[in-house]
Each structure stands twice: as structure tokens, then as C-alpha cells.
């Protein structure tokens, strides 16, 4: 297949002063966009100023100058005629007025600085934005990239997509997830394969060993051929046994839902046999395109969802977990560290008006089905109890306009943040069930960024630091006789699966491509042993030790299948 390469760059307006014809639209909406981020973030400064008069007055008038009609069509008429880009011909025009306010000779030197100020502030948010070719894309190609967002993938078409090679990357990212719903194969951690590889070269991927070749031989793309005919055959085989109960040799059920992004993934769900959606990740409605979701858009969705698996189980609903590396076209933001920021649940409960609209729409769609809602990255009781009180005051809305909902609909947190499983007794007290998300629990617990490969030795899942909190979230939630289930991507990890039961999990929500590898596993091992496994894990003091102990474990279980 032909290489597709995708490079990001941050433009340096001095070094491409001009753009072509078809770049005109483009520059446009750069500048449009970067206008919306900086208005944006004045409005929500302008709501923390607690009534402060003087401030309130200023940002007030930043506003009225960045949203001053003359001066964007001053900007753009540039861009039009000139072919500037839009760096250029904001600086072009700023410069144009403060030239001609400057010649009015009263005109207040502070009310200059103040319009240099507001046009600084637009130049940096628009020399941030990411610019890719990726538009560009129009034949089946295997996509190289240096980066690629979640959003940026979302809006691509599938079926162009062969395979995506990444420089760097985890397969915990959200790319990687993605990429995994979308049934797309996905290798990381190439180093510089995006600078070593051209556009349009012939590129074959050995996605199981995680090697690209460059215009590689006959003999290679074979090879490739066959491996990958011997893995479809697998997977058909696999298949034959969707319908099966996931139930482990000693007759200990365990019960396998499925991780989704989008309606369009529910098919392989299905296929696949997940009994319920343990974790939907609503964020992703949001991203790859300029849609927002009324609540009757949102309704539709979660009670098609919910519908759709009725006979298997229930859909488990996390509210929006925008943030991070989820970024959300016009609700982006600036900040110091992202994914320590402004997110899921505290975007949510700052953003009153989206958060509603979607906890009504949830409500609604639990007459149509089996629902249940669950809250993303809370850190403790105080947070917890916030989103819970302002849920019920959406619930009341709701009554005592007349609009039905299901009374019983089961609340629940997710543990991914230190913090609440730390305090998961706490916690255990106040919601119906636990899922954890192995994902962020492991970034933030051992402090290592889940999407870069330079540290990636040191993402483990199975650090006895993480087993630590895996173990006491697990008591504390089998103690108050509370749900319990896994959706990071640790409960789709065929290696680790064993030991996660054996620490008391038997929920376990995952990719819709690990599913079928998931069921044969459990339907090949004792409980019992992963009790033992669990307790043996718990006594190590390394990650290395562990890594032995699951070997061993592992071969075992595959000797014996
Ligand atoms: C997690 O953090 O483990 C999780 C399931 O959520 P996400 O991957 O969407 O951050
Ligand atoms: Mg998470």
C-alpha cells in the first residue's frame, strides 16, 4: 500500500508569507478560530472576575475589540486578495492601525497597547493551532504521522485508512483506542518513520511485530500476507465462539461489556459479543467535526444504544471527559498542563448549560432501556457530592416538568484518579458502582504521560503501586456491596486479565477487538489460580519480578489451551 505522511507544524508566519488559492479558505477559518479560543477565554476570565467592575470593564473592552467587524474584514480582506496568511495579514492589519491611531495624535497610547495586546494574543493562539495535510488524504493509504489527534481522526473516512504508523504514542492513548474501535491497525513508537518515509512510496506494515518496511520486497509483503491470513483465520474461528459465556473452568462467570466511542462501533460489538457497554466515551460525539448534540440529538443516540444491547445488558454512559489530549474544536483551551486541568466533570460543572443538556438527555433515554451514568475523573468526596447534587437537581427539573426517567437508573464513578481510589471507601458510600480506568490511574499514580514513548518503560499496569490501589478500590467496594467493573485498557490485556479477575474484578469492559481473544482466555483458566496469581502479584516488590511471575502464569494457561 502507498504511504500517506503526516506532518504537524506550528507555522512561523515570517517564513510563509503567502498561501495558494486553495489555502485561502483555510487561512479564513485559522483566523476565525483563533478569534473564537481568545473570545472564549476572555468570556470565562470575564465570569471569574466575581463582579470586580474595573476588570469586568477592561475585559469588556478587549472583547468589543476582538470582535470589532471592521478589523476581521480588514484581516481576511488580505487573506483574500493578497493570499497573506493569517499571521501575516493579522499583523499586517494591526499594524495598519495602530499606524493611522498613532497619526490621530490623542488617541490614548493605553488603548493602543490594548488592541496590540488582544492582536498578540490571537497571533499566539492561531501559531498554535496544529496545521496537518491530513484533509488532503483521498486514496487507501497507510497513514505515517508524526502525531495525530483523536479529533483529527475522527474526521477522517475509514475506509482510506489502511493502517496508521505513529512516531510516538502509547497504546493506552486515545488514538490508539480509537484506532482499535475503528478495527484500524495502529503501531507506535517509530521514531522517525515519519521523516524517513515519502508520501506516495510503497510501505508494507507487519502490524503484530510493530515493523514498517520501506518499499519492501516480494518476499516481505508475503510474508506479511500470510501472517496476516493466519490471523483473519483466528479471528474467524474466534468468532464461532462470540455467543459463548465468558465462564472460567471452576464456573466462575465473568461478565464481558465493551468500551465504544460512537454508534458506529455498536456492530462490532455486537458481532463480538459484548454483553452490555461498560463504558461509553461521549467526549468523542463531540470531536472531529463542527457538530454540537442538542438534547433530543443525544437522547436519540443513547436510547438507540441502549435498545440495541437491552436483551444483552446495559450501557454504561460517562459524561462528557472532555480535556486532555480530547480536545474539543471551539472549546479548547489554553493551559500550563492539560491533563492535570480543566476536564471532564470540572469543565462539566463550569459549563453548566452543555452538562445539562446531556444529563437530561441520559435521563430521558433510561425509559428506553437498561442505562446507567457514570462520572469521569473525580478525585474525592467534595467533587463527587457537587456533581451529585447538581444530577439531582436536573432529576427535579425533570419531575416537576412531567419528563419521565428511570428513578432506579444506577449511578456510578469512575476510579482513575489516585485520589479516589485511595479514598474509595469514601466514595463507596455514594454512588452504585465503581469502574476503574486502569489508563489514567496508572498515568497519574506513577506520573508518566500515557502518549509518550520516551517514557513508556515505565507505563506499567502491573506496578505494585498500581495493584495496591487495584486491590483496595475492589475491597472497598466488595465491602459496601457496591458494582465493580474494569474499562481501562488493562481489562483487555490478554497477559493481564488473569490477574485482574484474581484481585475481584469480573466486570470487565474493553475494546470490541479484544473480546473474542478475552472470552477463550477465561474460558481456558481456573479462577481459582488467578486467586493465587492475584496474592502472589501482591508480594512482589518490582515490576520486573512481576513480569516473571505473569511469564510463568501466562505460559502455563497457553501449554494448557
Ligand atoms: C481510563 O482512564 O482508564 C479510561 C477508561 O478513560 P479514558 O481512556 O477515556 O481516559
Ligand atoms: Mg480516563
Not at 470565562?44 to 476588570?55: C, H, N, P, S
Not at 488532503?136 to 482510506?160: C, F, N, Q
Not at 506516495?200 to 516481505?220: C, E, K, M, Q
Not at 507505563?459 to 475491597?475: D, Q
Amino acid at each position: 500500500m502507498r504511504a500517506f505522511v503526516v506532518k504537524h507544524v506550528k507555522p512561523a508566519f515570517s517564513l510563509e508569507k503567502t498561501v495558494g488559492d486553495d489555502e485561502v479558505v483555510i487561512e479564513k477559518d485559522r483566523f476565525r478560530q483563533a478569534l473564537r479560543r481568545v473570545d472564549e477565554s476572555i468570556a470565562l476570565l470575564m465570569e471569574k472576575t466575581d463582579g470586580r467592575a474595573e476588570e469586568r470593564g477592561i475585559l469588556e473592552a478587549q472583547r468589543y475589540m476582538l470582535n470589532d467587524p471592521d478589523f476581521i474584514s480588514q484581516v481576511e480582506d488580505l487573506i483574500v486578495s493578497h493570499h497573506y496568511n493569517a499571521p501575516y495579514a493579522l499583523e499586517e492589519a494591526t499594524g495598519r492601525v495602530v499606524q493611522h491611531l498613532n497619526q490621530l495624535g490623542d488617541y490614548p497610547k493605553e488603548n493602543i497597547a490594548d488592541i496590540q495586546d488582544i492582536a498578540g494574543r490571537v497571533m499566539s493562539a492561531m501559531t498554535e493551532t496544529r496545521l496537518t495535510n491530513l484533509r488532503k488524504l483521498d486514496e487507501r493509504s497507510i497513514i505515517v504521522a508524526d502525531t495525530i489527534l483523536p479529533s483529527e481522526l475522527m474526521g477522517l473516512d475509514p475506509s482510506l485508512i489502511g493502517a496508521i504508523c505513529l512516531d510516538g504514542g502509547g497504546s493506552t492513548s486515545h488514538v490508539a483506542i480509537l484506532a482499535r474501535a475503528m478495527n484500524i491497525p495502529c503501531v507506535f513508537a517509530l521514531k522517525d518513520a515519519s521523516s524517513r518515509v515519502v508520501t506516495g512510496s510503497v510501505v508494507a506494515l507487519d502490524a503484530f511485530n510493530g515493523i514498517l518496511y520501506i518499499d519492501p520486497d516480494v518476499r516481505t509483503v508475503a510474508a506479511i500476507r500470510r501472517e496476516k491470513r493466519l490471523l483473519d483465520e483466528e479471528e474467524r474461528l474466534l468468532k464461532e465462539d462470540a455467543v459463548l459465556p465468558a465462564i472460567t473452568k471452576d464456573g466462575v462467570r465473568i461478565r464481558l461489556e465493551c468500551n465504544i466511542e460512537g454508534p458506529d462501533h455498536i456492530d462490532l460489538c455486537l458481532k463480538n459479543g459484548a454483553e452490555g457497554v461498560g463504558l461509553f466515551r461521549t467526549e468523542f460525539l463531540l470531536m472531529g467535526g463542527d457538530k454540537t448534540y442538542s438534547e433530543d440529538e443525544q437522547a436519540a443516540i443513547y436510547s438507540d444504544m441502549a435498545r440495541r444491547f437491552n436483551r444483552r445488558g446495559s450501557v454504561t454512559i460517562r459524561t462528557y471527559d472532555v480535556g486532555g489530549d480530547k480536545i474539543i474544536k471551539d472549546l479548547a483551551h489554553d493551559e500550563d498542563n492539560p491533563v492535570l486541568g480543566w476536564r471532564a466533570v470540572r469543565f462539566c460543572m463550569d459549563e453548566k448549560d452543555i452538562f445539562r443538556t446531556q444529563l437530561r438527555a441520559i435521563l430521558r433515554a433510561s425509559t428506553a432501556g437498561r442505562i446507567r451514568i457514570m462520572f469521569p475523573m473525580i478525585s474525592g468526596a467534595d467533587e463527587l457530592d457537587d456533581v451529585l447534587s447538581f444530577f439531582e437537581e436536573v432529576k427535579q427539573e425533570c419531575r416537576a416538568e412531567g419528563t419521565a426517567f428511570d428513578e432506579e437508573m444506577e449511578v456510578g464513578t469512575m476510579i482513575e484518579v489516585p485520589s479516589a481510589a485511595i479514598a474509595s471507601d469514601i466514595l463507596s458510600t455514594r454512588v452504585n458502582f465503581f469502574s476503574v480506568g486502569t489508563n489514567d490511574l496508572t498515568q497519574y499514580t506513577i506520573a508518566v504521560d500515557r502518549g509518550n514513548e520516551k517514557i513508556s518503560y515505565l507505563y506499567k499496569e502491573y506496578h505494585p503501586a498500581i495493584l495496591r490501589l487495584l486491590k483496595l478500590t475492589s475491597e472497598n467496594a466488595h465491602r459496601n456491596g457496591i458494582g465493580l467493573s474494569m474499562c481501562g485498557e488493562m481489562a483487555g490485556n490478554l497477559s493481564l486479565i488473569p490477574l485482574v479477575i484474581g484481585l475481584g474484578y469480573r466486570q470487565l469492559s474493553m475494546s470490541p477487538a479484544c473480546l473474542l481473544g478475552a472470552r477463550k482466555l477465561i474460558r481456558s483458566m481456573n479462577y481459582s489460580d488467578c486467586k493465587v496469581l492475584a496474592k502472589k502479584a501482591l508480594d512482589m516488590t518490582s515490576c520486573r519480578a512481576m513480569e516473571s511471575l505473569l511469564e510463568k502464569f501466562n505460559a502455563e494457561i497457553r501449554d494448557n489451551q
